[in-house]
Every structure is written in C-alpha cells, then in structure tokens.
C-alpha cells in the first residue's frame, strides 16, 4: 500500500504560477497528476516513470512541468502561465505496475492522495 500526501495548492490570477507537491509511503513505478473540475470528468494532466520519462496532456505542454525526486519519493508539478480553466481539484496519483504504459497512458493508477484545490481567477 502507498499513501500519497499533496501540498501546495492554493488560488491565484491568471498567468500566476504554482508547484503542487505529493510524497509518496513508498516506491513507486510511476506518478502522476490528475484533475477534476465540477461537473467534468477526471483527466491525467502529466506523468513521470521512475526513470525521468514524462508525458502531458495537449492543455498543459509548455505551461506545466513534472518531476521527481527519487531519493525523497516525490513528485512534484510546477503550474506556469495559469489560466481560468486550470481550475480544478488535483489528484496526486502512482502505481507500482511495470510496462510500457506508462508514462504515455493514465490507465493503471491505483494509489490516489486526497486531493488539493487549484483556482485561477481572471
């Protein structure tokens, strides 16, 4: 079992930035970030396989960066140029299941922090 504990969540104006941070109990494989605005379905934002290897959704290249600190079993996701439809509860997500997909899929994640609020105001 991993727990996954987020920070760094907060509200700022648009084009503001914020670094969102999730430490993890325990290895894992790959970590990622998702987020789930009301009335929206959940989306995986950005990945990274324990190996540096990472992935973006098409909303978020160039803006978002994610990486890793192994030793400390961390990832984190530094959030630039925000924009109002950024807003969203965002997940810290990882799992220890080895292959291919990640980080290039969102499928597999199993292990889920309790979320942190991002709003970006106009």
């Known amino acids: 079992q991993v727990q996954l504990v987020e920070s760094g969540g907060g509200s700022v104006q648009t084009g503001g930035s914020l670094r969102l941070s999730c430490e993890a109990s325990?290895?894992?494989?790959?970590m990622g970030w998702f987020r789930q605005a009301p009335g929206k379905e959940r989306e995986g934002v950005a990945a990274i396989r324990s190996d540096g290897i990472t992935s973006y959704a098409d909303s978020v290249k160039g803006r978002f960066t994610i990486s890793q600190d192994n030793a400390k079993n961390t990832v984190y996701l530094q959030m630039n140029s925000l924009k109002p439809e950024d807003t969203a509860m965002y997940y810290c997500a990882a799992a220890r299941r080895f292959g291919s997909w990640c980080p290039s899929t969102f499928n597999y994640f199993n292990y889920w922090g309790q979320g942190t609020q991002v709003t970006v105001s106009s």
């Open positions: 325990g290895y894992t494989y790959c």
